[in-house]
């Protein structure tokens, strides 16, 4: 089957925050599959900048500057260039994964550290760089709340914590009435799902109709916490794509539907 045409017939429900999504919807759409968007999460700066920008003001005080996604560079380094207009010349930058990594070269920051096996916080923490941190002063740029592991296992091991909470997740208040319609009639082949915050926003979002269809939908994901998320929630056909990224989530696609048809 050419390339072009795995995934002719086949609408992919994408649940990304809209402004992430675009990358990933022309891939699908390049192999004839139709994406179907539904943001499940909103990203939002934050309501008070004021705590924000005095740690930026502090940041020569800092060894280390660590982003936890494309979202945290975006809202943090408009911010921080405008502060600094050289960067403190002893930071050093690491970020959880790739994406984050691009996007701080989209603002001159290119010596980044990343993990090269996964995007996660598992993945960082296990980096050479990242073992002997007594003294280190650590400054984690996220959004609020989140998960606590990387900060905590730092701290645990030396490192003066502090975050930088850049942006807001928020659940939207979306009309799926639509979708749910086309659903029932088998027109949903597939979900992708970005998040563990993002499959629980979808669960309350499309209610115990949409539940129960999810349960038995293909849902692929790049990340063994939101497969196991996704199998506590109930759901049967979990798909882990073979590799991170857009590029792995299409892969998992193209394999799993050439396998199983349509």
């Avoid at 920051?109 to 096996?117: H, S, Y």
């Avoid at 109930?234 to 590799?243: N, R, T, V």
Wanted: proline share 5%.
């Amino acid at each position: 089957m050419p390339a072009s045409t795995q995934l002719t017939g086949l609408n992919i429900l994408v649940t990304r925050p809209e402004h992430q999504s675009a990358i990933l919807a022309e891939g699908i759409r390049a192999l004839g599959g139709n994406p179907i968007l539904l943001p499940v999460l909103e990203i939002a700066d934050v309501t008070d900048p004021s705590p924000l920008i005095d740690l930026i003001k502090r940041l020569d005080e800092f060894d280390w500057a660590i982003f936890v996604s494309p979202n945290a560079v975006n809202k943090s380094m408009p911010l921080i260039t405008k502060q600094h207009a050289l960067l403190p010349s002893h930071l050093k930058f690491a970020a959880v994964g790739k994406s984050s990594a691009d996007t701080l070269k989209q603002y001159g920051v290119n010596d980044v550290l990343i993990p090269t096996e996964h995007s996660d916080s598992e993945a960082l923490l296990k980096l050479g760089e990242m073992q002997h941190m007594a003294g280190q002063r650590v400054v984690i740029f996220r959004g609020n709340g989140g998960r606590q592991l990387l900060g905590d296992t730092l701290a645990q091991r030396g490192a003066y914590l502090e975050y930088a909470e850049c942006y807001q997740r928020r659940k939207p208040d979306l009309d799926t009435t639509p979708l749910l319609a086309d659903w029932s009639q088998g027109k949903i082949h597939a979900v992708i799902i970005t998040s563990s915050e993002g499959l629980h926003n979808l669960f309350d979002i499309i209610g115990m109709l949409g539940q129960q269809l999810l349960k038995f939908t293909p849902v692929f994901t790049v990340h063994e916490r939101i497969a196991q998320t996704a199998k506590e929630l109930g759901l049967e056909k979990i798909i882990k794509a073979p590799s991170t990224g857009d590029e792995g989530l299409l892969k998992g696609l193209q394999t799993y539907f050439q396998v199983t048809g349509k």
